[in-house]
């Protein structure tokens, strides 16, 4: 079924850098034999999932929607799909994403566009549009994205589905094509809560391979979603977004909606401060170029990625160097290359001090915010975006408007807390709205609770 769905709606939409339908055919029979037989099943056991293109697949492409992968298929499998295949899942193929995962709109990708299934003419959302408009087309139920400023949870707002970033080391990010390392995580998108729980459950762990991945007790997450009762729970507003200019007014009552509904479910709403908000974004668009700048650095056009035809042998720098260079302008993206530069330059002699480290510093007051704010209150409730899902080209060639896409999503990246992206109903054009919650480091299970009786 999911198969045909994607045969009918791919041309619309491109949700697919690669569907691998014979191998996803050959899963399902061989879970159905596991049923047959009266074997015990995985927790996701003949369920279609998707999976963003940034991770590593032993036996399909990946390509991080760049042409310098175009052609690389990997060794061995992201530490999040090796779980998915425990859990008998059918990994039904890989979705397109801005390259290298740069981007708020799938638009980046050297393999077309992505288009939002609630209107075509408009984006998903980005990176990981692939991943949350083959959810929302009904392509399938579950797909894999990854978020380092917002790419689960924005492409999930544009597109009326549930997506949620999980704590900096919940998930192993062995596998995971590094953009960013100390922003990156991979996460569950889906259309429910319940189901976005089932995902996480599966991918959730200690996984030694990961440096960075956080040795601590995994709770159900399932059971966790049996109540509507929110008594005890305190709701931060947040006083700052809801009062900026930038902020769609559709999105504002949206979000006011919600708190209305957490209030009913019986939490109670405090309006809570944080004071150096306003410095996310540029905190974010210092730190995570200068980590992409150094990620990058590895395709080098000689071990691996896309390797020049035309090599300048006769190059005053000798033919290495013309080698290097022309393999990187043509394997990269104008975005890639923007974000190269950028933090390059921030992290070069004599401006490191004056950028990347002052970032850092921003980035410790960033985080201290978020820690008191969770002295007064146990979750935060404010907007995803500050606009719903734009037409494509509307900010292709602006970058200063993409990056203000993440204005409301960074946070949670910068102070590597969990946050989930909810649908919250619409605007009067029918696009969807979405709705987040952000909560303290390790309390994903706070986030499931509080949105389960939500939805
Ligand atoms: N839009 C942000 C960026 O371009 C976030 C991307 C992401 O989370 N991967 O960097």
Not at 21 to 36: L, M
Not at 100 to 114: D, L, N, P, R, Y
Not at 406 to 414: H, S
Request: glycine share 10%.
């Amino acid at each position: 079924k999911s198969l045909s769905a994607i045969e009918s709606s791919e041309k619309s939409i491109n949700a697919f850098t690669h569907v691998a339908a014979e191998k996803a055919i050959e899963t399902a029979r061989r879970v159905d034999a596991k049923r047959a037989a009266g074997e015990p099943l995985g927790p996701l056991a003949g369920i279609p999932v998707a999976v963003k293109d940034v991770l590593c697949t032993s036996d399909m492409p990946t390509t991080c929607s760049s042409r310098m992968l175009k052609d690389f298929l990997p060794p061995y499998d992201a530490t999040v799909v090796e779980k998915l295949r425990v859990a008998d899942a059918v990994i039904i193929g890989k979705t397109n994403m801005d390259e290298f995962a740069m981007g708020a709109s799938t638009e980046t990708s050297a393999f077309g566009v992505t288009r939002n299934p609630w209107d075509t003419d408009r984006t998903p959302g980005g990176s990981s549009g692939g991943a949350a408009a083959c959810v929302a087309a009904g392509n399938v139920p579950l797909s894999l994205g990854s978020d380092t400023g917002g790419s689960i949870r924005q492409p999930a707002a544009f597109c009326g589905i549930t997506g949620l970033k999980p704590t900096y080391g919940r998930v192993s990010r062995y596998g995971l094509v590094a953009f960013a390392s100390s922003l990156d995580q991979v996460g569950p998108m889906a259309w429910s809560v319940p189901d976005v729980a089932l995902l996480l459950q599966a991918i959730a762990g200690f996984e030694p391979r990961d440096s960075t991945s956080l040795n601590q007790y995994v709770p159900n997450y399932s059971e966790i979603l049996q109540t509507t009762d929110l008594r005890g729970l305190k709701i931060g507003i947040l006083s700052e977004s809801s009062e900026t200019e930038a902020l769609d007014p559709a999105i504002r009552k949206a979000v006011q909606d919600a708190g209305e509904v957490f209030r009913s479910c019986g939490a109670e709403l405090v309006e809570v401060n944080l004071p150096h908000s306003e410095y996310w974004v540029p905190t974010y668009y210092v730190i995570a170029p200068c980590e992409a700048s150094s990620n990058l650095s590895r395709y080098d056009g000689a071990h691996y990625g896309h390797r020049t035809e035309s090599i300048d042998t006769g190059s005053e720098h000798g033919p290495l160097v013309s080698a290097y260079c022309r393999s990187r302008d043509e394997g990269f993206g104008a975005e890639v290359k923007r974000r190269i530069m950028v933090g390059t330059y921030a992290l070069s002699e004599g401006y490191a001090d004056k950028y990347y480290n002052q970032a850092l510093k921003v980035r410790r007051l960033i985080k201290g915010d978020f820690d008191n704010a969770f002295t007064q209150c146990d979750l935060l409730l404010g907007p995803v975006t500050p606009s719903p899902a734009f037409r494509i080209g509307e900010k292709v060639d602006d970058p200063i408007q993409m990056y203000l896409c993440d204005l409301f999503t960074v946070g949670a990246n910068l102070a590597g807390l969990p946050a989930i992206s909810l649908p919250g109903g619409s605007d009067s054009k029918g696009l969807p709205i979405g709705i987040q919650l952000q909560a303290p480091v390790l309390e994903e299970s706070r986030l499931l609770f509080a949105a389960g009786a939500f939805q």
